[in-house]
T-cell receptor, first 112, second 115 residues
Framework: GENVEQHPSTLSVQEGDSAVIKCTYS??????FPWYKQELGKRPQLIIDIRSNVGEKKDQRIAVTLNKTAKHFSLHITETQPEDSAVYFCAANRGGSYIPTFGRGTSLIVHP | GAGVSQSPSNKVTEKGKDVELRCDPI?????LYWYRQSLGQGLEFLIYFQGNSAPDKSGLPSDRFSAERTGGSVSTLTIQRTQQEDSAVYLC?????????????FGSGTRLTVV
């Protein structure tokens, strides 16, 4: 089955810096890669996603890149703000399955 | 409804008792998913429904866990003879249909504590 590795588990940055979270996946048939943000005590929320026919997607301060050959994808947050502090989960859809496999999460802390 | 609703939001139960957790998905969403999140951990897949059918039950931890969905809407996750290791937040999510390319909308979860 699909295996998704996410790094780092914790990321601490200063306000205004950039943050990068990386995920790798094992199933070359995976073709949908969503990212979720979970603030403390709240539900996970979809913030951006990318499909395998696209190499990069941007939405204001966040962007996601995908390298199908290397089977890794990354979330980039620029000009970080304290409200970006949360746990971020990546996911990849298993080939032949409609159920995504989630990474273990990255706790992002943005210091004012 | 406007979002995914879960009830109860918190449940404390004694070890050995049965519990039922309810999920009401977004109106019109045919796909419904159950996940479990232990303290500080990731999202553990339990089961999903397409309509009233559950094609993938592979994530259910044991035969004490079961789920059903009726009318293509509300789903109930039942845990029988609860154990302390069942303590976690149980999250429900829905999407327009099952298929790659649909993100989830999650509910706020039910925090289950088994004492």
């Amino acid at each position: 089955g699909e295996n998704v590795e996410q790094h780092p588990s914790t990321l601490s940055v200063q306000e205004g810096d950039s943050a990068v979270i990386k995920c790798t996946y094992s199933d070359s048939a995976s073709n949908y890669f969503p990212w979720y943000k979970q603030e403390l005590g709240k539900r996970p929320q979809l913030i951006i996603d990318i499909r395998s026919n696209v190499g990069e997607k941007k939405d204001q301060r966040i962007a996601v890149t995908l390298n199908k050959t290397a089977k890794h994808f990354s979330l980039h947050i620029t000009e970080t703000q304290p409200e970006d502090s949360a746990v971020y989960f990546c996911a990849a859809n298993r080939g032949g399955s409609y159920i995504p496999t989630f990474g273990r999460g990255t706790s992002l802390i943005v210091h004012p | 409804g406007a979002g995914v609703s879960q009830s109860p939001s918190n449940k404390v139960t004694e070890k050995g008792k049965d519990v039922e957790l309810r999920c009401d998905p977004i109106s019109g969403h045919t796909a419904l998913y159950w996940y479990r999140q232990s303290l500080g951990q990731g999202l553990e897949f339990l089961i999903y429904f397409q309509g009233n059918s559950a094609p993938d039950k592979s994530g259910l931890p044991s035969d004490r866990f079961s789920a059903e969905r009726t009318g293509g809407s509300v789903s109930t996750l039942t845990i029988q003879r609860t154990q302390q290791e069942d303590s976690a937040v149980y999250l429900c999510a829905s999407s327009p249909t099952v298929g790659q390319g649909y993100g989830y909308t999650f509910g706020s979860g039910t925090r289950l504590t088994v004492v």
